[in-house]
């Protein structure tokens, strides 16, 4: 039988490991494109949009860093909803269970 200093172990190894996977994940960056590739858009890998181009030929060109910045704020804004839903799905999911502040589950 495992003691438990060795599972308290165990444990703090696995939450070091979780952190560095969400860091490198936080800093991996992935592009989206569209219309061939006349709209990219790069994100992290965790989701969050990094930056948008869009070819000046679909747009008018004294108008183009307007439509990025709003479709980038716009992206900002629906991706906090999200995290907010899935929150409250994981309340739910765990029956209203007191974590400690700033406990995240392995898959947030």
Same mark, same amino acid.
Do not use: C, W
């Given at each position: 039988?495992?003691?438990?200093?060795?599972?308290? #172990?165990?444990?703090?190894?696995?939450?070091?490991?979780?952190?560095?996977?969400?860091?490198? &994940? *936080?800093?991996?960056?992935? *592009?989206?494109?569209?219309?061939?590739?006349?709209?990219?858009? +790069?994100?992290?890998?965790?989701?969050?949009?990094?930056?948008?181009?869009?070819? !000046?030929?679909?747009? #008018?060109?004294? *108008? #183009?860093?307007?439509? *990025?910045? &709003?479709? &980038? +704020?716009?992206?900002?804004?629906?991706?906090?909803?999200?995290?907010?839903?899935?929150?409250?799905?994981? #309340?739910?999911? +765990?029956?209203?269970?007191?974590?400690? !502040?700033?406990?995240? &589950? !392995?898959?947030?």
């Amino acid at each position: 039988m495992m003691d438990f200093m060795g599972l308290m #172990k165990q444990a703090q190894q696995m939450q070091a490991k979780m952190a560095e996977a969400q860091l490198e &994940l *936080e800093n991996t960056e992935v *592009e989206g494109e569209a219309g061939g590739g006349l709209v990219k858009v +790069t994100l992290s890998a965790k989701g969050a949009m990094k930056s948008i181009s869009i070819d !000046p030929s679909l747009v #008018k060109p004294d *108008e #183009k860093e307007i439509l *990025e910045d &709003l479709i &980038l +704020t716009a992206h900002m804004q629906a991706r906090a909803k999200a995290d907010e839903v899935m929150a409250e799905k994981m #309340k739910a999911m +765990t029956g209203g269970l007191q974590l400690p !502040p700033g406990f995240k &589950l !392995p898959f947030g």
